[in-house]
């Protein structure tokens, strides 16, 4: 309900405003009844206020941190997008076997890039807790990013509790050497790829980016994801939502006082160490009760510390999940950030 109240805002505007129009048929409650319905409509659209006001400022500051680029003068966020961008064509993709780990076969979904000659690859990490979700989750962006000329690779990985980390990171490195394996019949450009995670995907790819240190990764993308495991373990989340410490155990295989080294190595956080750490996006908002808003603070601080080259895309309203539609607020956002992060890094 979150995602729907603050990407599909205006489903709600048009439901109230037929309310309110509904309410001067009838004398009784109308007072009441109509400054309800105008307080309504104001919050419904706080969304679209901040998205454009964000929008307003967002190429100077992507300017700021990457430098010029021939999108600088592209408005990120389109008030018309959000009725017309629906039901955009989709690029068709093709399952491929990357590994039989543990005598699994563990699949990827590839989209060629939509224009011609070797193109750079982003892989894209699936969240879900570490114990659920599927390379299909949250289609639209691979896409868009095909279109732009960008080969994408969505990954299945091994899921917890039946295995631990480090196997989901031992899996996007499988997946990194597949792709390399076959960059001639896939028109990879095996000097530029960038890894993409959503929530337990953003841990994921971050983890494998700051410790692997694998040749032609250029970049990580963090949607929502959780960066300081320890933190993270020792601050829960709200038990009504969901019990966090128990996946964490389940993911790394124990508690922290059982296993304190497979958290530290887990933790995003604990491996950016100077200024060579690669550019990272982050993209998070302060209403996710899933993964604490805080964890990009964190992380973001270390960033500043170490003088790594990075961006936070902080959007006010957003929940987990806020790309779910990329024509919502958070959606056209990140989209746009996504695009120029991977301008700037992919040279």
Not at 16 to 36: D, E, N, P, R, S
Not at 215 to 226: I, L
Request: proline share 6%.
């Amino acid at each position: 309900m979150a995602i729907m109240v603050t990407e599909f805002p205006w489903v709600f505007w048009i439901l109230t405003t037929i309310v309110l129009l509904l309410g001067f048929v009838t004398v009784k409650y109308q007072l009441a009844g109509t400054a309800i319905g105008v307080a309504a409509l104001i919050l419904f659209l706080t969304p679209v206020i901040r998205a454009g006001s964000i929008s307003n400022h967002l190429n100077a500051d992507l300017g700021a941190a990457f430098g010029p680029s021939p999108r600088q003068n592209v408005e990120p966020f389109h008030l018309a997008q959000m009725f017309t961008g629906i039901n955009t064509r989709q690029v068709a993709y093709e399952t491929k076997v990357y590994s039989n780990a543990s005598g699994i076969s563990l699949t990827m979904d590839f989209y060629h890039a939509q224009l011609p000659g070797p193109r750079p690859c982003v892989v894209v990490v699936h969240g879900g807790s570490w114990a659920g979700g599927d390379s299909r989750q949250l289609p639209e962006l691979n896409s868009v990013l095909a279109k732009d000329g960008y080969n994408v690779a969505t990954i299945n990985y091994r899921l917890a509790p039946q295995y631990h980390s480090p196997a989901q990171v031992e899996d996007l490195c499988a997946a990194i050497t597949y792709l390399k394996h076959h960059a001639g019949e896939l028109s990879i450009d095996t000097n530029n790829f960038v890894l993409l995670g959503r929530s337990a995907g953003a841990q994921i790819v971050s983890a494998t980016a700051y410790t692997q240190h694998i040749a032609g990764v250029k970049g990580v993308v963090s949607f929502y994801g959780p960066a300081d495991m320890i933190w993270g373990y020792k601050h829960p989340a709200s038990r009504l939502v969901f019990n966090s410490c128990q996946i964490i155990e389940d993911y790394f295989g124990g508690t922290y006082d059982e296993v304190p080294d497979v958290y530290k190595n887990g933790s995003p956080i604990e491996w950016v160490k100077d200024a060579h750490t690669l550019p990272t996006l982050l993209i998070h908002g302060p209403n996710d009760p899933l993964v604490a808003y805080e964890h990009s603070i964190r992380l973001e601080r270390e960033f500043k510390k170490y003088g790594v080259k990075y961006f936070f895309l902080s959007l006010p309203w957003a929940t987990h999940g806020c790309d779910y539609t990329l024509n919502g607020p958070s959606g056209q956002l990140s989209t746009y950030t996504v695009k120029r992060f991977l301008e700037a890094v992919l040279k």
